[in-house]
């Protein structure tokens, strides 16, 4: 709301941003409502229907985050090693067109994950070990023959997770490599505090997933790992909106003004 109502701050990098709170809120509405519910009321039930579309949402949501943080990513490499052409590049076109590729990849995606697991057959237990319908559990307790949706799904894990995260480790390389060229200390510290942030919402997202969908099996434990989802769903969707205030200039001056 703040960008929207500041002239200042409609810029590309806070267009991206406001397209990831609006994910962030997906994000928490897909989980959290249900667990609040089942805290209080102490029913833990939930539909088959209710149970697919809270895995459609949470995916659709994780997956454009994933999207979202990559185009942050790309924005902040085109600002700080191709200054001059900055305006030209991250042009209002080319920003909305990366955004509404963010969106429909994700839809697509996760309608497509979620149509294969909603084929599965559940025979032997309808019990999910999580406080949320997650993908790996769902997948874990179906009573079907998964290992073709499980190659799958470790593909489109190649190509829709590790393909943005390899992209923005090498956009941040060659910004830090920019970066340390530049001479003056005091340009060198303005152009890095300008991704700060971003850097920040890159390692809170990315670490969690990362611990919990690559350690290896010998050392799983279901409860920590359910600690550690809390953690990403949860807790950094929370963060956000302050890593990018509270260490914001811009975003303060414009509360101010507000």
């Known amino acids: 709301?703040?960008?929207?109502?500041?002239?200042?701050?409609?810029?590309?990098?806070?267009?991206f941003l406001c397209n990831l709170a609006i994910s962030d809120v997906i994000y928490v509405s897909s989980s959290l409502p249900k667990l609040q519910s089942i805290t209080i009321t102490q029913d833990n039930r939930i539909s088959f229907a209710g149970c697919i579309s809270q895995m459609y949402f949470f995916l659709f949501s994780v997956a454009c985050d994933i999207f979202v943080l990559t185009s942050m990513a790309g924005d902040r490499y085109v600002a700080i090693c191709r200054?001059?052409?900055y305006t030209l590049i991250m042009n209002r076109r080319v920003c909305v067109t990366i955004s509404a590729m963010?969106?429909?990849?994700?839809?697509v995606n996760s309608l497509l994950l979620t149509l294969l697991t909603?084929?599965?057959?559940?025979?032997?237990?309808?019990?999910?070990?999580?406080?949320?319908?997650?993908?790996?559990?769902?997948?874990?307790l179906s009573s079907s023959d998964t290992t073709s949706r499980?190659?799958?799904?470790?593909?489109?894990?190649?190509?829709?997770?590790?393909?943005?995260?390899?992209l923005t480790v090498a956009s941040y390389v060659?910004?830090?490599?920019?970066?340390?060229?530049?001479?003056?200390?005091?340009?060198?510290?303005?152009?890095?505090?300008?991704?700060?942030s971003h850097l920040t919402a890159v390692i809170l997202f990315y670490a969690?997933?990362?611990?919990?969908?690559?350690?290896?099996?010998?050392?799983?434990?279901?409860?920590?790992?359910?600690?550690?989802?809390?953690?990403?769903?949860?807790v950094v969707p929370m963060l956000n909106p302050f890593v990018y205030s509270l260490r914001n200039k811009d975003v303060l001056d414009a509360v101010r003004k507000l």
């Open 208 to 234: 969690p997933v990362l611990i919990v969908y690559m350690k290896p099996e010998s050392e799983y434990s279901k409860e920590q790992d359910n600690l550690i989802s809390l953690l990403y769903v949860a």
């Open 83 to 85: 200054p001059l052409q």
């Open 1 to 15: 709301m703040v960008i929207g109502l500041v002239p200042n701050l409609h810029t590309p990098m806070y267009f």
């Open 174 to 196: 060659q910004i830090i490599s920019t970066i340390l060229n530049i001479r003056s200390s005091e340009t060198r510290l303005k152009a890095f505090s300008s991704c700060t």
């Open 118 to 140: 909603s084929g599965l057959e559940f025979c032997h237990s309808h019990e999910i070990s999580h406080f949320f319908c997650d993908l790996k559990t769902l997948t874990a």
């Open 150 to 166: 499980e190659i799958f799904i470790m593909i489109e894990d190649i190509i829709f997770a590790f393909v943005p995260f390899s």
């Open 102 to 107: 963010c969106w429909i990849f994700s839809a």
